[in-house]
């Protein structure tokens, strides 16, 4: 990483820090997402060092996994475990449906 000299453009830090590109970055400002020291960052501010920078992350996405009935609790886990580790490392929530037609019978058959 690129020693960083301070102060710096906002989304250059970000970008240096391996977050997203400038570009990007100035996308996340624009959605009102960045905060310097707990204030909502503008396109071009400054951070100095010891500044503390946040992206809060606000992820609309939703993924729906069907899976077969007799595979849900594995995947679930007790009490939604499982998935609640599955969003978080995705960044997205997840949706579990039940898939239709297919039971353990029908997985004997496909072996």
């Known amino acids: 990483m690129e ?5 710096i453009r906002i989304n ?3 970008a240096l820090n391996n977050y997203c590109s400038r ?4 996308n996340l400002i624009a959605k ?4 310097i020291n707990g204030q909502l960052a503008k396109i071009g501010d400054k951070v100095n060092e010891g500044d503390k920078v946040e992206v809060d992350v606000v992820s609309p996405q939703k993924a729906i996994v069907r899976v077969p009935d007799y595979a849900i609790g594995a ?3 007790k009490q ?3 998935i609640e580790e599955i969003e978080q490392d995705l960044g997205i929530g997840i949706e579990i449906e039940e898939m ?3 039971n353990k019978k029908d997985k004997k ?3």
């Open 3 to 7: 020693k960083i000299n301070y102060p």
């Open 12 to 14: 250059r830090y970000l």
């Open 23 to 26: 570009r990007e970055a100035d």
């Open 32 to 35: 009102k997402i960045v905060k």
């Open 75 to 77: 995947i679930i886990g």
């Open 80 to 82: 939604g475990k499982h």
């Open 100 to 102: 239709q037609g297919f």
């Open 109 to 111: 058959r496909r072996r």
